[in-house]
């Protein structure tokens, strides 16, 4: 069974400029989780699909950050425009159907802002 | 507001001895409380999962159990191996909450 996937696994780019990541979960998983991950710190989560309905989004900074799950499976994630805080790892979960169930991560994306 | 402590500090144990982890919270009563394991670089793996009326769950040569009068969860890894070396995360979850909360994690170093 393919494990989560995502893409790219590093990325530099300065502050002001414009990310995003894409993340491609498990097969036949309906929920699907963002998290950014702090150097020293556990994964905090952004956004939560279920399906391609968002569950919660509640520590997700809208003025810069967006997400979306157009088709209930792949997601992409966007960073505009990037601040130095956001320099972290940022990592992709799936599940079968809902949070209590084990997540799969995926590698995570290593971002730097400079 | 919820709060998840794990040790900051790095524990440091023999091989062959017995890790025990400890994961506390305060402000929220969680339905389960996940484990799972972080190798540098790579995202977290699921170890286990135990319930509110669950006292204690095993699989192999780990062992978690849930007290939730202390408000406590302890992880336990027996026989410990340099291949156990690796951060631990705690995710206690409410059963009404969608939202997964992790601790920040231990790191454990098993030394040969």
């Known amino acids: 069974e393919a494990g989560v996937a995502q893409s790219p696994r590093y990325k530099i780019i300065e502050k002001r400029q414009s990310v995003a990541f894409w993340c491609n979960p498990i097969?036949?998983?309906?929920?699907l989780y963002w998290y950014q991950q702090i150097l020293g710190q556990g994964p905090k989560l952004l956004i939560q699909?279920?399906?391609?309905?968002?569950?919660?989004d509640s520590q997700l900074p809208k003025d810069r950050f967006s997400a979306e799950r157009l088709k209930g499976v792949d997601s992409t994630l966007k960073i505009q425009p990037a601040k130095l805080e956001d320099s972290a790892v940022y990592l992709c979960?799936?599940?079968?159907?809902?949070?209590?169930?084990?997540?799969?991560f995926g590698p995570g994306t290593r971002l730097t802002v400079l | 507001s919820q709060k998840i402590e794990q040790n900051s500090e790095a524990l440091n144990i023999q091989e062959g001895k017995t890790a025990t982890l400890t994961c506390n919270y305060t402000n929220y009563s969680p339905a389960y409380l996940q484990w799972y394991r972080q190798d540098p670089g790579r995202g977290p793996v699921f170890l286990l999962l135990?319930?509110?009326?669950?006292k204690e769950k095993r699989k192999e040569r780990l062992k978690v159990t849930f007290d939730t009068t202390l408000k406590q969860s302890l992880f336990h890894i027996t026989a410990s191996q340099p291949a156990d070396s690796a951060t631990y995360l705690c995710a206690p979850q409410s059963g009404g909450s969608y939202i997964p909360t992790f601790g920040r994690g231990t790191s454990l170093i098993v030394h040969p």
């Open positions: 699909f279920q399906n391609n309905g968002v569950v919660d």
């Open positions: 979960a799936s599940s079968l159907q809902g949070s209590y169930n084990e997540q799969f």
């Open positions: 135990i319930r509110e009326n669950e």
């Open positions: 097969s036949g998983h309906a929920t």
